[in-house]
């Protein structure tokens, strides 16, 4: 099973910018489906973004044009690259890897978006 490790997130400013990493335990290159999730209290986690092989990536609405994910398959790393932060980015941030075997899932990361 593969181990997921996020990490970047912290306190930004609105407006501001963080960039959070998930370094997997083993190449990332069989997996078909790469994606950050997140959950804010009282709320269900949501998607908001993904990469999809064959596919391209997408992202939740909210969100187009401000965050970015990437992958480096030699360092075995997803990214996500989030600018203009806003308030309501405010969750735990997670990440997710899926094949046809299954899917993992990172611990999460916390990020907060507070003047």
């Known amino acids: 099973q593969v181990q997921l490790l996020e990490s970047g997130g912290g306190l930004a400013q609105p407006g501001g910018s963080l960039r959070l990493s998930c370094a997997a335990s083993?190449?990332?290159?069989?997996?078909?489906?790469m994606g950050w999730y997140r959950q804010a209290p009282g709320q269900a986690r949501e998607l908001v973004a993904a990469i999809r092989s064959g596919v391209g990536t997408n992202y939740l609405d909210s969100v187009k044009g401000r965050f970015t994910i990437s992958r480096d398959n030699a360092k075995n790393t997803i990214i996500l690259q989030m600018n203009n932060l806003k308030p309501e980015d405010t969750a735990v941030y997670y990440c997710?890897?899926?094949?046809?075997?299954?899917?993992?899932w990172g611990q999460g990361t916390q990020v907060t978006v507070s003047p």
């Open positions: 997710n890897v899926a094949d046809a075997r299954g899917n993992a």
């Open positions: 083993e190449s990332i290159f069989r997996f078909t489906v």
